[in-house]
């Protein structure tokens, strides 16, 4: 299908892997006429998996949760689009599109099993998950690695052996100790969702155990102030890794027909920035 210019999606990955966990979703969105752009953090532009593991940069374990969005917000605001973009965001991408939202980027957005955005209390799958990088010795300013174990059984649970150990050779990196304590405490992940007026999507699996539907599910209800319209969709029986574990492509769907159903979007420029 030839690419329609005024569609365009941002791809925004999350934690622990690369913008290459995106390749599924980035052929299905282009068979559905978008233009699609997958940013990545600037601490990890221009390196691959391999090097990230063998290699992570130093500014990574403190990189902030106001810096990667800060980074995001130039990215898209830079691509002077004549319609704001669609966000899709997965894990704290799913944050991050939220913190966009609030900031008046993006034209609407949809958040794929969203790390917690600030106010909500994590129950205890979500909190068992994190409180080992919380723990660490001066791990505000360390990276942190997912071992192949814990990405099977809390990250991509829902995905066969094979999959997980190809997924985890290949697009599994480290990622910043700060952003988990950052989420914790509530520090840079607040939204005031009653000045948001763009529509927002927001999903959960019940197989999930680093978000679980829980989380999702009080994301939703923040973001239910809102003007701007906010929906819900569960994905039974998908974990964290539902963007390429078998079924993706429902998710994926869900996605682009949720968008196609919204008016085209009038152009609005975004919020000053502010690193945190």
């Known amino acids: ?108 957005g949809v958040a794929i099993n969203p790390a917690p955005i600030g106010g909500i209390i994590p129950g205890p799958t979500t909190l068992g998950a994190a409180l080992p990088v919380i723990f660490r010795w001066a791990g505000w300013k360390r990276v942190y690695r997912l071992t192949r174990l814990l990405f099977a059984e809390r990250y991509a649970n829902a995905a066969p052996a094979a999959q997980q150990n190809a997924a985890y050779d290949s697009v599994v990196i480290p990622t910043s ?47 239910k102030r809102a003007p701007a319209r906010t929906d819900f969709r569960l994905f039974p029986g998908r974990s964290h890794y539902l963007i390429s574990e078998p079924g993706w492509e429902e998710v994926a769907d869900a996605a682009i027909g949720w968008a196609a159903a919204l008016p085209v979007p009038a152009m609005r420029s975004p919020e000053p920035t502010l690193t945190m």
């Open 1 to 108: 299908m030839a690419v329609d210019p005024d569609k365009t999606v941002v791809l925004i990955h999350g934690l622990w892997v690369t913008a290459e966990s995106w390749a599924a979703f980035r052929q299905r969105f282009e068979a559905a006429g978008y233009r699609v752009l997958v940013p990545t953090w600037d601490v990890l532009n221009g390196r691959s998996a391999a090097q990230l593991n063998t290699d992570p940069p130093p500014a990574l374990g403190g990189l902030s949760i106001g810096t990667i969005v800060d980074g995001l917000a130039i990215f898209i605001t830079a691509q002077k689009l004549k319609t704001p973009p669609l966000l899709v965001g997965h894990s704290f991408g799913g944050l991050f599109v939220q913190l966009l939202l609030d900031r008046g980027v993006g034209g609407a």
């Open 177 to 223: 100790g700060k952003v988990f304590y950052q989420a914790a405490f509530w520090v840079g992940t607040w939204i005031k969702a009653r000045r948001r007026t763009q529509p927002l999507l927001i999903t959960a699996g019940d197989a999930d155990r680093l978000v679980t539907p829980y989380l999702s599910r009080a994301a939703y209800r923040i973001q």
